[in-house]
């Protein structure tokens, strides 16, 4: 059986960080109030040179020179992304052009800030399909671009950057002793769109528009909508959360990451956190987070690891797999 195996991994964030101490100079917000709700110290910032496609190919680039291949070795780009250069053509393509590839096929997914494990699950369907063999999965935002920075709601939670892994095709047994993708459970509803929103776009008001969230609503479905897709990959896998070495969760903020591991009975000593130090970069975040804690040492041959997201739509997902 053919198991889509992580080969390598990267990331890339913008020059410029951007304190909360310096967003007390521009809205009416304070550190103290940021680091007790969110967990969120800091993030960064892209800069008017830097953009989604680029900050995705310098991640890329860092993906490929880890797993020791080059843009010749990939045959399928997908990107998560809510914030494309353009309308279209996509940021998938816009980065395979930055590679110097003019073989294969790209492609940008849209699912918020499940991107990331929405554009796993599909490359690893492409790949047990035999429809690729090497796949970079990127997860590459600039939300600064969104936001309303005069609404303090929503202007102090995210951040910009990328990350991405190189997905592999490997013969395996078969068992969930293998390395790759084990399980994914993906969900969407879409009657919950007036919760997280952008109020614009190119077939309704033809502008960009700006990020709109009701963050309580947000918070009060994020716990039960998170644990339930990470049960049903570990019941699709007979594992269990004792058998996690790693869960990777999506970045938005510190206490939906700790109230939902303790419903799943997760020690927080195996949950990678880096919310503080990226704020909630959306797609970008669970590749961002693997980066770090696979550069780390932490996050090892072998180890199990879930990666689990929830964003606007809403949608939600869960990845397991074995690294
Ligand atoms: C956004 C969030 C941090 C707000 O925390 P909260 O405890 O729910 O706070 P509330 O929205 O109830 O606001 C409490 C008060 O703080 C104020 N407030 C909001 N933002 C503030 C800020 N940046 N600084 C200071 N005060 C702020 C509110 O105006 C409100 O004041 P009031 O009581 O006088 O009306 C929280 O709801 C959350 O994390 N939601 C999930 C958001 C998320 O992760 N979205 C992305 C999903 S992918």
Redesign the pocket.
């Known amino acids: 059986m053919i198991r889509s195996v992580v080969r390598g991994f990267g990331a890339a964030l913008p020059k410029r960080v951007v304190t909360n101490r310096e ?1 007390e100079q521009t ?4 550190d103290e ?2 680091v007790q ?2 967990g969120i110290t800091q993030r960064y910032v892209a800069g008017p040179d830097e953009t989604s496609a680029s900050l995705g190919t310098d991640a890329a680039r860092a993906a490929l020179d880890n797993a020791g291949l080059t843009p010749d070795d990939i045959d399928m780009i997908v990107v998560a992304t809510s914030t494309p250069d353009n309308t279209f053509p996509a940021t998938a393509v816009n980065i395979q052009n930055r590679l110097g590839m003019t073989h294969g096929y790209a492609f940008d997914m849209q699912a ?2 499940t991107g990331f494990v929405y554009a796993v699950t599909t490359a690893d369907s492409f790949i047990r399909s035999g429809q690729a063999k090497r796949v970079l999965v990127i997860g590459t935002e600039t939300f600064s671009r969104i936001l309303d920075w005069s609404d ?6 995210f951040g910009d950057g990328a990350g991405a892994i190189v997905l592999e095709g490997e013969e395996g047994e078969g068992t969930v002793a293998d390395r790759g993708v084990l399980a994914a459970s993906l969900r969407s509803d879409g009657s919950h769109k007036d919760k ?1 929103y952008v109020d614009g776009g190119p077939s309704t008001t033809g502008t960009v528009g700006h990020l709109r ?1 009701e ?2 609503e ?2 009060k479905h ?1 716990v039960g909508m998170i644990t339930d897709v990470i049960v049903d990959a570990f019941d699709k896998t007979g594992l269990t959360a004792e058998e996690l070495d790693w869960l990777v969760p ?1 970045q ?2 510190r ?2 990451i700790e109230a939902s591991a303790k419903k799943l009975g997760i020690p927080l000593e195996k949950v990678v956190i880096t919310v503080d130090l990226h704020g ?1 970069t ?1 797609a970008a975040s669970i590749p961002l987070a693997l980066a770090v804690a696979a550069s780390d040492g932490r996050i090892r041959k072998g180890d199990l690891v879930m990666l689990e ?4 739509g809403f949608t939600w997902g869960a990845v397991l797999l074995r690294w």
């Open positions: 967003l809205v009416d917000t304070t109030w940021i709700r969110t918020v800030c303090r709601t929503t202007c102090v939670l997280l969230m963050g309580r947000v918070f994020a999506h938005a903020n206490r939906i909630n959306s997201a929830m964003g606007g």
